[in-house]
């Protein structure tokens, strides 16, 4: 069974930092491609950042501005998020994506994965 469980959202203050952690099990992680949504109540899911499957090559959305930075440890079957400078606008639940068959075209669109965790909510005060 696949199972991704997120972990180390909570509430920080504007220009805090967070690090984000998804741990996997029951896939042949260094298989997948890794990626990061978020969502806030009443919109859709977007894309953050993702990862390829080696680790050699990123993608973040344009509101990331050089704040975040996405990586993965193959032997820890494991994917990070750190997130810094953070502002209230990046106040979601952030979730975390897998799957094993994506090109980089694929990478900002949701339906393309797979397989999901529940999220960690991140919450930000100005």
């Known amino acids: 069974q696949v199972q991704l469980v997120e972990s180390g959202g909570g509430l920080v203050q504007a220009g805090d930092s967070l690090r984000l952690t998804c741990a996997t099990s029951?896939?042949?992680?260094?298989?997948?491609?890794m990626a990061w949504f978020r969502q806030t109540p009443g919109e859709e899911r977007e894309i953050v950042a993702a990862?390829?499957?080696?680790?050699?090559?990123?993608y973040y959305a344009d509101f990331v501005k050089g704040r975040f930075n996405v990586s993965r440890d193959n032997a820890a079957n494991t994917v990070y998020l750190q997130m810094n400078s953070l502002e209230p606008e990046d106040t979601a639940v952030y979730y975390c994506?897998?799957?094993?068959?994506?090109?980089?075209?694929?990478?900002?669109?949701?339906?393309?994965?797979?397989?999901w965790g529940r999220g960690t909510q991140v919450t930000v005060s100005s």
């Open positions: 990862i390829t499957r080696r680790g050699d090559g990123t």
């Open positions: 994506a897998a799957d094993a068959r994506l090109i980089r075209a694929q990478y900002e669109r949701q339906t393309s994965y797979h397989y």
């Open positions: 029951g896939l042949t992680f260094r298989q997948y491609v």
